[in-house]
């Protein structure tokens, strides 16, 4: 496999969630079944149709709701419009198309689809009369180019706690982030998705039982990206109540190499003139140039466009009027809507990218290649970093040594330094997921890598993947109901509460955070755990 750097720089955490191929249900317990509260409908009216879903193991569930027009034909590249709701009652009993995008694993057939702005709404299966939901909207993450909101089944989000939660699609690669000059809406397009889900559940959430005066956007990688970019964005304003960003701060900041050997130093977003020059390259690479190359583009079909995908990732435009401003720096001057937010990651996160890099070339990362690596991506300060993580502090693992400072220097800090640039102007509850045996959802394998907390192994803590519940250890089941009453509770009010659980906002402005483990919830010094003192030297803000 010949390895490029914008191409291939995300093999495993694509999040292709490689168990989500898995098929069949969980079980799980039912809701608090209380006799004073009925079952509730599962025929509901919206303002882009009538619905039918389904009672599901303590749930209702309707799925594939279209909540924009098909972005299709000369719609393709525009920004999308309010879907109009067709007569008759629709069902909404099985997930809807997924956003083109390329095949999850090898040997599969790749998502072709165009018209797949849907979204699923679970809430409660019992309501209280007079209840108002919390309502948590999901973006799903994977690097922009893949992905599904029908991949997150949130059913122990919505029955133990009462909120109600909805996942969206929106557009994705070259169909979601292509700039052209001249073309509204340049690298905007899956960002406007985005928000008209947001848009469309501020106006319906009252048919479901959910309180649109009280809504909370969560997302974990790009849906976190495009989480933090959304507070930054003056369309967004009034639409949300709080926010929940996971592994996806607006800080991040990725050094050369350390998203993938051989991948530039970059960040979550790009520049609308770097877009739009992207999209004039990939668009000439197709035959299409000059006055007419988007309506060109247009002509082309999906198969042919989704291997571009790859090219735009990361491609979340700003200087665009959605985006007025690099998310970081309006974040650093404090324009971006203050409300509470939970900030944080996983205290491994670059072990799921560098043991992508290992199943790709088992030679990308090697003590041969370790101090090249350090070289291009830190320079000067090369002999620094080699000191401070030099390979026998990991008994000569290169793959262990080269992620852990991938983790440090690209995640960690950045994270951190972003929380406490939040903390200083509204509540920020930082944390840090850390349970080492969490399950191996990006599929990395037997590459010499030790299991860890790595990047999208939180995932099973609050989702069902694939239909399944992944984890069996009582501890873990534990960590999932700690991190679920968290997260509901600060839906719902704000604070993060949940059973032998003590956050601090204060720990935001300390540098620390909130480790997340099984049976050791507690405060840690994360600027010390990841050695920021030095990475605040060698990739400042």
Partial sequence: MVLRSRRCRRPAVAISLALLVLSGCSGGEDGDGESAAPQAPTVVKTSTGTFRGLHDDGVRTFQGIRYAQAPTGVRRWALPRTATAPKGVQQATRPGPRCAQAAATPGASPA???DCLNLNVTVPGQVRKGEKLPVMVWWHGGGYTSGAGSDYGARRLADSHHVMVVTANYRLGVFGYLGLPGLDGSGNFGFADQLESLHWTKTNAEHFGGDPGNITVFGQSAGAMSTCAMLTSPAARGLVDKAIVMSGSCALSWPTGTLFPGAPAQTPYSTLAADQAAGVAAAKKLGCHGERTTACMRR?????????????????AYNTPLLPKNPAKALSEGDFTKVPLISGGTRDEARSFVGGALKADPDSVTAKTYPQLLRSAFGSHAQAVSQEYPLSKFDGNAGLAWSTVATDSAWACPTLRGNQELARRTKVFAYEF????????????KTGLPQAAAHATDMPYLFDLGGKNLLHAAPQKQLSAQIIASWTSFARSGEPTAPDTDWSAQLASQGKALSLA???????DTGKEHHCALWNKVTPS
């Fill in 112 to 114: 072709l689809s165009e």
């Fill in 300 to 316: 082309l079909s999906v198969k042919k466009l989704v291997p571009l995908n790859q090219e735009f990732a990361d491609h979340l």
């Fill in 434 to 445: 850390a349970d080492p045996d969490a399950p191996d959802v990006n599929g990395i394998g």
């Fill in 518 to 524: 099984p049976g050791h919830v507690r405060p840690v």
